[in-house]
């Protein structure tokens, strides 16, 4: 069996050496990379490689994709730098475009894996936790006064919904 692997994020760091490595995979037909920003050079030549220059959280790249049939989906975009005084256009491109991600998966029935890159930073980073304290799924999510956090908090929260 061959895949089909849309990756959004694909021109930052992690998501860009995903589309790399899963394009030198012989059960790997094509990479659907999503980014805002352009193809990086590491990427340039790679046949592999289906570029489409877009944010998340834009309507434009649902058909597209969908028309790939997409069975693997790994979602790695996200503005971490903070876009100070943006911050409703930060939260439109995080959590709105998380959420249209989300909504993509959920209604391809050509989807079968679905990774989204998370962080621990939904539990907040406060001075009363500890290296003895573990934190796992079934753990609530703490309020932070990092908009990061609190982005991928209410991401986390609206995904489990969405899978519910």
Same mark, same amino acid.
């Given at each position: 069996?061959? *895949? ?50 877009? %944010? ?18 790994? *979602? ?9 005084? &943006? ?11 998380? !959420? ?11 989807? &079968?894996?679905?990774? *989204? ?5 939904? %539990? ?12 796992? !799924? ?14 991928? &908090?209410?991401? !986390? ?8």
């Amino acid at each position: 069996m061959t *895949h089909t692997v849309f990756i959004t994020g694909a021109a930052g760091y992690i998501g860009g050496m995903l589309a790399d490595q899963f394009s030198k995979r012989s059960d790997v037909d094509m990479v659907i990379c999503l980014d805002k920003d352009n193809r990086p050079m590491m990427l340039e030549n790679n046949t592999k490689i289906i570029w489409i220059t877009a %944010y998340t959280s834009d309507d434009t790249w649902q058909s597209t994709v969908g028309g790939y049939n997409p069975d693997i989906v790994i *979602h790695t975009a996200w503005q971490i730098r903070e876009l100070y005084g &943006k911050s409703d256009l930060q939260w439109k491109m995080n959590v709105i475009g998380s !959420e249209e991600v989300f909504d993509f998966v959920f209604s391809m029935t050509s989807v &079968k894996k679905f990774i *989204h890159y998370s962080t621990v930073s939904s %539990y907040s980073a406060l001075p009363e936790n500890t290296l003895d304290e573990v934190f796992t !799924e079934d753990k609530p999510f703490r309020e932070s006064p990092y908009l990061y956090a609190t982005e991928k &908090k209410v991401v !986390e929260e609206r995904l489990r919904v969405r899978y519910d």
